[in-house]
């Protein structure tokens, strides 16, 4: 038992490298996602999901004109019957059809709660009803004409189409997007009355350029509207080689508030953006003053979008405003496009313009001889019943006879001779015979049908509408042979076709007329944000323990301030709303702060950690006000310094620029500008060196080089001054002293330097 268990085991394996049985898996798996679920069908626009959503709504007979059915009951019938996959994938798909902020042309009418543009989740799907659209309908015209073929369903008791016959471009119409195993494609909408001209255009003139295409359809057309600023070369280009971007702007305008106050409405938002995140990054710009000429965002939407922007004050420029939020916002987009679909279902191209909507115009080609075949056959049928019908009413003394005594008079019908009967009575009246030959006997169809014939049609006036109904049909079927014979007339059909669709999705039509339109982007330079402040005077005040503030106002460097308790006065100066402050650390990096980010006057500020990221071990040794080509000088307690440019320390991050190295215990001690032409040191054994600052290097980084040798201690405090003017500090009594002569303390850099002279403040600094 075991042994022929085993046997039939080892014939079960199949023994093939690991490389080849995953890579064929692989490429099945790779094959099924491509043509099954990510791109779409370049013929009907659609993948295989949106198909039959579609084909299951026209099963249920949910037309536009007709009543509304479940959700629920829509997307069930879709999993059941042809697309077994979780009902919540395909419900979201029958969702996101109805939405008329991310469709061009819905092809579903949801009744409920079907979702927002601010992104909220349509209800479930057994609180909401739906049903198709007129649009939809288009794309269902002629399923019951052989239009396509159809197939059988995954389990093989039902049927269906594997395209759909599709009277307009719906692939351009309403865009589509998609991941696939190694592709994607990303196709924006469009306006079908623009499709429709350049279809037109393109059975005209079947080489048409992509230059003559783009004066029918000069760009995408998205439900959202919103503005397209790409310049015509990029466009061009785009739909010559089926990939490219589009940036697409908000549509907004200004709103006059009186006495020069003004606002900012914007209308209109980029196709894709949720309204409720962008106001909220934009509400975070304000917060952060990454924009501070931005006052306050508001949402006053209702159905249309209205979003209020207030600008900080009436002095600023609407069109700066708009360019600067249009750089860091959602209020600008690229929308890429990237026309990968299936050609005939089957294989995946990236196709440009002419050729995505040359499928369109074969497939049409192909629909309008499967239809015109159907007709064909269609007449045909109906001829050879009206023949016998019309034999019948020739005959028809001998007809009631046969009906009325014979026993089985179907047979007795079917047998007798009419053609003799036929050629007697031809006469009789005045009809043209009709071209399908007429055998002697009837067939088994026309005898059904005269046997089915009510007593109410033996009426003279029915022999005529009978003649009239079988001449309008030859005459019928001989243009329908003509059509199918001149590829000439087959063409001019489908041009009248889809203009009769353009007449029904045109200008007239409720979402017919264009909602993207064209400008050029204006050029600015990009400003910087002290450019976009209001200048005003303040005095930064930074306390001992590191707690900063603007008071407003240029106020006495004196006057006695309030500050936490255990904390007291540190740094004051006065400042522009405007400047940039420089802020070097006891590590020896500078930290960059916006003035008109720092907190108000009014409290006692906020911790600078908060504003930049420094080091619990570091204290702030100064702060200074940017200037353009000023020079500083820096100076570690070792002793050591060196001469830098306020441009070489602006940090462009939180974390600061390394500028003074420092190593061991030494720190960063003095931060100072540059205004004379000699420097003062002091080191903390009092003893003071003057020389000139020339001997001094400029430097973008480093350890510095010596300015006062020591024994013992370091620096303590040092100064710049004209040696015309003195060196000036402030006596234990507070009185301003200027020495003149100090020969005695002048010396080369790097020297001890002399014991300071009388009177020098015992905290031995210069200020």
């Not at 799907?125 to 739906?130: D, L, N």
């Not at 056959?377 to 005594?405: H, M, P, Q, S, T």
């Not at 979402?511 to 930064?540: C, H, S, W, Y």
């Not at 740094?571 to 907190?599: C, E, M, V």
Request: proline content about 5%; aromatic content about 6%; overall charge negative.
């Amino acid at each position: 038992m075991n042994e022929a268990s085993d046997d039939l085991r080892d014939k079960s394996i199949l023994a093939e490298p690991l490389g080849r049985a995953i890579g064929e898996r692989y490429l099945t798996y790779a094959l099924s996602t491509i043509m099954n679920r990510a791109l779409p069908d370049a013929r009907d626009g659609l993948k295989p999901v949106h198909r039959r959503i579609l084909y299951a709504m026209r099963e249920l007979k949910l037309t536009a004109s007709g009543g509304f059915r479940k959700s629920a009951k829509i997307s069930g019938d879709v999993m059941g019957n042809y697309h077994p996959h979780g009902d919540a994938a395909i419900y979201d798909a029958m969702a996101r059809l109805a939405q008329e902020f991310n469709v061009r042309y819905p092809l579903v009418d949801g009744q409920g709660n079907f979702g927002n543009i601010d992104g909220d989740n349509p209800a479930a799907s057994r609180y909401t009803e739906a049903r198709m659209t007129t649009v939809a309908e288009a794309l269902l015209d002629g399923l019951n004409e052989d239009a396509v073929d159809f197939r059988e369903n995954y389990d093989g008791t039902l049927s269906e189409p594997i395209v759909l016959p599709a009277s307009f471009p719906n692939l351009l119409a309403n865009g589509s997007s998609g991941i696939a195993v190694g592709m994607a494609t990303n196709i924006p909408p469009h306006n079908i009355s623009e499709l429709c001209d350049a279809c037109i255009h393109m059975i005209k003139s079947p080489e048409a350029r992509v230059e003559t295409l783009l004066k029918y359809i000069p760009g995408p057309d998205f439900p959202t509207g919103g503005t397209i600023v790409e310049p015509y070369e990029n466009i061009l280009n785009a739909y010559k080689t089926g990939r490219g971007s589009f940036r697409l702007r908000a549509r907004y305008s200004t709103e006059d508030l009186g006495r020069g106050q003004w606002q900012i409405v914007v209308t209109e938002i980029p196709f894709q953006v949720q309204k409720s995140k962008l106001i909220e990054k934009i509400a975070e710009l304000i917060q952060t003053k990454k924009i501070p000429i931005l006052e306050d965002i508001r949402d006053e939407s209702a159905e249309d979008v209205r979003v209020v922007l207030e600008p900080k004050n009436k002095n600023v420029d609407p069109n700066i405003l708009m360019e600067t939020l249009f750089k860091i916002s959602d209020l600008e987009v690229r929308f890429s496009l990237n026309m990968n679909v299936l050609i005939d279902g089957l294989v995946p191209k990236v196709c440009n313009l002419n050729e995505v909507l040359r499928a369109f115009l074969d497939h049409r080609r192909n629909i309008l001889r499967r239809r015109s075949n159907f007709r064909l056959n269609k007449i045909d049928i109906r001829l050879e019943i009206l023949e016998g019908l019309i034999i019948a009413f020739l005959n028809l003394d001998r007809v009631i006879d046969i009906i009325r005594y014979d026993e089985s008079p179907k047979l007795a019908l079917m047998s007798e001779d009419w053609g003799k009967r036929h050629e007697r009575a031809k006469d009789e009246l005045d009809y043209k015979r009709p071209d399908v030959s007429i055998e002697g006997e009837l067939s088994e169809a026309q005898t059904e049908a005269i046997l089915n014939m009510r007593l109410r049609s033996l009426r003279k006036l029915e022999e005529v509408e009978l003649v009239k109904e079988r001449d309008s049909l030859m005459e019928e079927r001989a243009n329908l042979e003509d059509l199918l014979a001149d590829t000439m007339q087959q063409w001019n059909k489908i041009a009248e076709e889809i203009r009769e669709t353009k007449k029904q999705f045109g200008q007239s039509f409720v979402a017919g007329a264009r909602r993207t339109n064209f400008a050029e982007a204006q050029d600015f330079e990009e400003l910087p944000i002290e450019a976009m402040i209001e200048k005003e005077p303040i005095t930064v005040v930074c306390s001992s323990m590191g707690w900063i503030r603007a008071m407003n106002g240029h106020i006495d460097l004196e006057r006695e301030l309030k500050f936490k308790d255990g904390d007291g006065p540190g740094i004051i100066f006065h400042a522009q709303t405007t400047d940039k402050l420089l802020a070097l650390g006891s590590n020896g990096r500078f930290y960059t702060i916006l003035a008109s980010n720092l907190p108000g006057g009014r409290g006692m500020g906020e911790p600078i950690r908060l504003m930049v990221d420094i080091p619990d071990e570091a204290k702030i040794v100064n702060i200074i006000p940017y200037i353009s080509n000023q020079t500083l000088l820096v100076a570690s307690s070792a002793g050591d310094g060196f001469i830098v440019r306020h441009d070489d320390v602006i940090a462009q991050t939180k974390s600061g620029k390394q500028i003074l190295n420092v190593k061991d215990n030494s720190t960063a001690k003095v931060c100072c500008d540059i205004n004379g032409d000699h420097i003062a040191v002091v080191g903390e054994n009092r003893k003071v060196l003057i020389f000139p600052i020339s001997e001094l290097p400029e430097m973008a980084r480093g350890k510095g080089v010596r300015l006062q040798k020591y024994k013992d201690g370091g620096l303590s405090d040092l100064t710049t001054f004209n040696l015309s003017d003195g060196l000036t500090w402030l006596d234990p009594a507070g009185r301003r002293r200027t020495e003149s002569d100090l020969a005695d303390w002048t010396a080369k850099r790097a020297t001890a330097g002399r014991m300071a002279p009388r009177g020098f403040p015992r905290d031995n600094k210069f200020k």
